[in-house]
């Protein structure tokens, strides 16, 4: 079965930092893969997503992902981070030709 | 344009209460889906409509689950006899309706059942 584990629950980084959040994923198959964030009080916003093609995928915020199929792995990564970077972070594999299953979440604290 | 909007935005019920929760795609938007998010998870799948038609409702935990898109727009999930474990967030997300296309999730409805 399908399945995503982002093994940080929480993470701390300085503002200025630079940032990478884990991800990996159990499918049988290419997969359809996808990071998305949630602020307090707002929906989940896609930050970029992998389908095929180039395995390093730039997103929206200065975001990227590389997709490591020898290592089942889809981390997220920016350069330095910004305090307005602080959210909930989603890892997500597409199952099938709709449905989505998240992981559980990285909370990312920014230090000032 | 409008993105998807939820209603109501909070909702607390009684134990045993049946709820009604609201869902307004974009615009022109084939595909919903309902997803249930608990307190410090991620969103689990619930149901998922193309159009009028529900094409996946493997997600919903059980049959006082019960979501419906009558005429391919809005959509309501609603619950029966609601129990303390259903306190969750519920997400809706519209799409495009190609295969794994992008979805555009709402705000939420955060339901607090006592």
């Known amino acids: 079965a399908q399945s995503v584990t982002q093994p940080d629950i929480h993470i701390t980084v300085s503002e200025g930092a630079s940032l990478e959040l884990r991800c990996n994923y159990s499918?049988?198959?290419?997969?359809?893969l996808f990071w998305y964030v949630q602020s307090p009080g707002q929906g989940l916003q896609l930050l970029l997503k992998y389908f095929s093609g180039d395995t390093l995928v730039q997103g929206i915020k200065g975001f990227e992902a590389e997709f490591k199929r020898s290592q089942s792995s889809f981390n997220l990564r920016k350069p330095s981070v910004h305090w307005s970077d602080a959210a909930e972070y989603f890892c997500a594999v597409g199952a099938g030709a709709s449905k989505i299953i998240f992981g559980s979440g990285t909370r990312l604290s920014i230090r000032p | 344009g409008a993105g998807v909007s939820q209603s109501p935005r909070y909702k607390v019920a009684k134990r045993g209460q049946d709820v009604a929760l609201r869902c307004d795609p974009i615009?022109?938007?084939?595909?919903l889906f309902w997803y249930q998010q608990a307190l410090g998870q991620g969103p689990e799948f619930l149901t998922y409509f193309q159009n009028e038609a529900q094409l996946d409702k493997s997600g919903l935990p059980s049959d006082r689950f019960f979501a419906e898109r009558p005429e391919g727009s809005v959509s309501t999930l609603k619950i029966q006899r609601t129990q303390q474990e259903d306190s969750a967030v519920y997400l809706c997300a519209s799409g495009g309706g190609r295969t794994q296309e992008t979805q555009y999730f709402g705000p939420g409805t955060r339901l607090l059942v006592l």
């Open positions: 615009s022109g938007h084939v595909s």
């Open positions: 499918y049988g198959a290419t997969p359809y």
